[in-house]
């Protein structure tokens, strides 16, 4: 995306958002909230202050947001990328929707992602449709402790197809663990393969030396760090 020296005007879709008149870190619709400065196509003014509380620069701003059933993860998983912290306790189901700004680093530019938190449940899914059209890009989470939260993405997917704009960046999550090492493969491109046998194959050895000298091996660790390395793992 190139960065425009002018700041654009609002974007020409009918944004939900682009009635709000203040702006504020985070809420809810009909709040006061900080999005009409965000254009179609993203670009804004090169590092103008963000309107928000934090007064954060930025020069590029973007609108993301969270899908999928209820219970998946989608507002643990905005608390953690906000907040680096994961919210323990009870379950308390989104209501409606709601959105956390963050502001990243990416090759040297600084880039704002108004993250869109959605409520899985059903009930709310005509709410959350509204958001779908201004959206730049859209996290699909599923469960991977959940097979109907997998087997409904099919129906999401159409959902999403119907709603958003075409060429919308689009990214499925698998969310949570069974507390066992885990990545995902392809047989057929190749992704991973080596990495899980030789990760597999040097636990096995560590186990089998047992030196007491050798820091413990945490394959999960290393498979992870491997995958970041490598920008992974074609055989
Ligand atoms: N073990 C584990 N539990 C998680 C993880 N992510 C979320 N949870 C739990 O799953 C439950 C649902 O998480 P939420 O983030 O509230 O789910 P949601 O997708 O926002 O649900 P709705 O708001 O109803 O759409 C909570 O009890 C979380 O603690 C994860 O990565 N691992
Ligand atoms: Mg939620």
């Not at 003014?45 to 993860?73: C, I, Q, T, W």
């Not at 209501?95 to 990416?106: A, H, S």
């Not at 958001?131 to 469960?143: Q, V």
């Not at 990495?195 to 999960?220: C, G, I, Y």
């Amino acid at each position: 995306m190139s960065r425009k020296k002018t700041v654009k005007g609002k974007s020409s879709t009918s944004s939900p958002t682009a009635a709000a008149s203040k702006s504020k870190e985070n809420g809810k619709p009909g709040e006061s909230i900080s999005t009409p400065e965000i254009t179609s196509n993203g670009t804004v003014h090169p590092s103008r202050p963000s309107l928000s509380n934090s007064s954060e620069f930025y020069d590029l701003a973007f609108k993301v947001m969270l899908v999928g059933d209820s219970g998946v993860g989608k507002t643990c998983l905005l608390v953690r990328f906000k907040d680096g912290a994961f919210l323990a306790g009870s379950f308390i189901s989104t209501v409606g929707i709601d959105f956390r700004n963050k502001v990243l680093n990416i090759d040297g530019m600084k880039v704002k992602l108004q993250i869109w938190d959605t409520a899985g449940q059903e009930r709310f899914r005509s709410v959350t449709h509204a958001y779908y059209r201004d959206a730049h890009a859209l996290l699909l989470l599923y469960d991977v402790t959940n097979k109907t939260s997998f087997d409904n993405i099919q129906a999401w997917l159409t959902e999403i197809h119907e709603y958003t704009q075409q060429d919308v960046v689009l990214m499925l999550l698998g969310n949570k663990d069974f507390g066992v090492p885990f990545m995902e493969t392809s047989a057929k491109s190749g992704l991973n393969v080596e990495l899980a046998f030789t990760a597999v194959a040097k636990e096995l050895k560590h186990r089998s030396m047992k030196d007491p000298n050798e820091p413990k091996f945490k394959l999960q660790d290393y498979v992870n760090k491997e995958m970041q390395t490598s920008g992974c793992c074609h055989s």
